[in-house]
């Protein structure tokens, strides 16, 4: 009996204040189903879509991550790469220029002993002509010292004094000889 007072008095209390109790139930079901509908059909698949959106965006960070750390490292061997090269480039300006000098002093000790052997064969011809010169001289000379002894023997002379003379002549001659 008690529930009977207490669901009249229900229906009193919402008359008073001019609410239709049928109309209530009925607004709050169709309010259920379409919120169950929303939410099977509409909020769901948003939601879905937010979730991918979400798993996309926090893959992409990964991944630049992922790619920022492989251009730090990529960074780090050019830059080591380039440190090597650029060692090597001066390791082999450092030869090259040991070599160039090495060579250039090669160079100069050969011009140096090119130039001393042709001073050398030009202190050789010198002395070859030289003597060449002398016996020359010598021969004109001994020629001279013939034709001039001829004329002198040919005056006359007493022949002790062709005799002084021939010998004098003979002595001049074996001393240019």
């Known amino acids: 009996m008690h529930s009977e007072v207490s669901g009249s008095s229900l229906v009193v209390f ?8 049928p109309l209530l139930c009925i607004q709050v079901i169709n309010f ?6 929303l939410y099977r059909f509409g909020f769901r698949k948003v939601l879905c879509v937010m979730d991918e959106r979400n798993k996309r965006i926090s893959d992409g960070l990964e991944y630049a991550k ?12 050019r830059s080591k790469l ?4 650029n060692s090597q480039a001066d390791e082999i300006v450092s030869s090259a220029k040991n070599f160039a000098t090495e060579e250039a002093e090669k160079q100069q000790e050969k ?8 001073l050398a064969k030009a202190r ?7 003597n060449a010169i002398f016996i020359g001289l010598k021969s004109e000379l001994k020629n001279l010292v013939v034709e001039v002894t001829k004329g002198v023997l040919q ?3 007493s022949d002790a004094e062709k005799l002084q003379y021939g010998q004098h002549a003979v ?3 074996t001393k240019t000889a």
Request: hydrophobic share 45%; no cysteine; aromatic share 6%.
């Open 14 to 21: 919402f008359d008073k204040f001019g609410i239709d109790v």
């Open 32 to 37: 259920m189903l379409v919120a169950y509908l």
């Open 66 to 77: 992922k790619m920022e750390a492989e251009l730090n490292e990529i960074d780090a061997k």
């Open 82 to 85: 380039i440190s090597e090269a």
């Open 111 to 118: 011009s140096k002993k090119a130039t001393e052997n042709m």
């Open 124 to 130: 050789v011809d010198i002395a070859n002509e030289r």
């Open 155 to 157: 005056r006359d002379l």
């Open 171 to 173: 002595e001049i001659l």
